[in-house]
């Protein structure tokens, strides 16, 4: 069965369904698809409902977000620790996927 769906969607449910696997890969596009969704409904809670609607929604998505960043880690070639690094995740983060040898 063909999969119609925009790619956007596509990340945002395999961000979601993949939770809390913190191995495995995400492509650039998926990643940062991930984080665009999840940064829209944290801007719209807080637009809806003040501050507290905005951090409980970042609170519910961190767990999400740090596994799909791990996996990005992992889809470049570096470990998933990178994610600490300051300035240097956020090249990782924009680097082409690693090659398969």
């Not at 961000?15 to 890969?25: E, K, Q, T």
């Not at 998926?30 to 905005?54: E, H, K, P, R």
């Not at 998933?80 to 680097?95: D, Q």
């Amino acid at each position: 069965m063909e999969n119609n769906q925009p790619q956007i969607v596509l990340a945002t449910k395999d961000g979601f369904n993949r939770y809390a696997d913190f191995s495995g890969l995400s492509t650039r596009s998926q990643y940062w698809y991930f984080v665009l969704v999840t940064n829209l409904a944290a801007l719209i809670g807080q637009l809806s409902f003040g501050d507290l609607g905005g951090n409980v929604i970042s609170l519910i998505t961190l767990i999400p977000t740090l596994a799909a960043a791990v996996r990005r880690m992992h889809d470049v070639g570096k470990s998933g620790w990178f994610i600490l690094v300051p300035i240097y995740n956020i090249v990782l983060l924009v680097t082409p996927s690693k090659t398969a040898p």
